[in-house]
């Protein structure tokens, strides 16, 4: 799998930023991560990633609130900014991604198929983002991978522009 050059220049300026980054993924299963490392010169940042299919290990490895969990389930804003959040803290990164979700076929945690939350966060801080995607479950992992890299570019980007703006998303925390 080989990442699309438009992901090389967010690589560079990480680079150049001094930013490390990780991955946590739920839903996408080490898509991300699989795409992220694609790009040459990608080993200067990435850490590593964390896929935490299963809520045990969003809780032991992550450090997701396990009453969180057990409340809202996994398919959860605040799920995916914890996860964001502990992946940071789990490989010494100063940026996380995270990914959870519905993909279906079927409902997960009472959220429709195509319910997805990603998460980035950064300095301690982490911003979510709400996403409703159509499709099949191969096509709505691949619309997580692909928002998740846009939001990273989003938030980390030289405008440092305000997310929330794209139809069909809402932005959380």
């Known amino acids: 799998m080989s990442a699309p050059t438009s992901l090389e ?8 930023r001094r930013l490390s980054l990780a991955t946590a993924e739920s839903l996408t299963g080490g898509a991300l991560a699989a795409e992220l490392v694609g790009v040459p010169g990608v080993s200067a940042i990435f850490q590593g990633g964390v896929v935490a299919y299963q809520n045990r290990v969003k809780a032991t490895v992550l450090g997701v609130s396990t009453e969180l969990l057990d409340r809202v389930g996994s398919v959860d804003g605040e799920v995916a900014r914890q996860m964001a959040l502990g992946v940071c803290r789990a490989v010494g990164a100063e940026v996380g991604v995270a990914t959870t979700g519905a993909a279906g076929p079927e409902p997960h945690d009472g959220k429709p198929v195509g319910t997805v939350f990603l998460a980035v966060a950064q300095a301690g801080r982490a911003q979510c983002r709400e996403y ?3 499709g099949d479950r191969a096509a709505i992992r691949a619309q997580a991978v692909r ?5 990273l570019a ?3 980007g030289p405008s440092q522009q305000t997310p929330g703006n794209e139809p069909g998303t809402k932005q959380i925390g």
């Open 147 to 151: 928002a998740a890299l846009q939001l």
């Open 9 to 16: 220049p967010l690589v560079e300026l990480m680079i150049q």
């Open 154 to 156: 989003e938030l980390l």
């Open 132 to 134: 409703h995607f159509s």
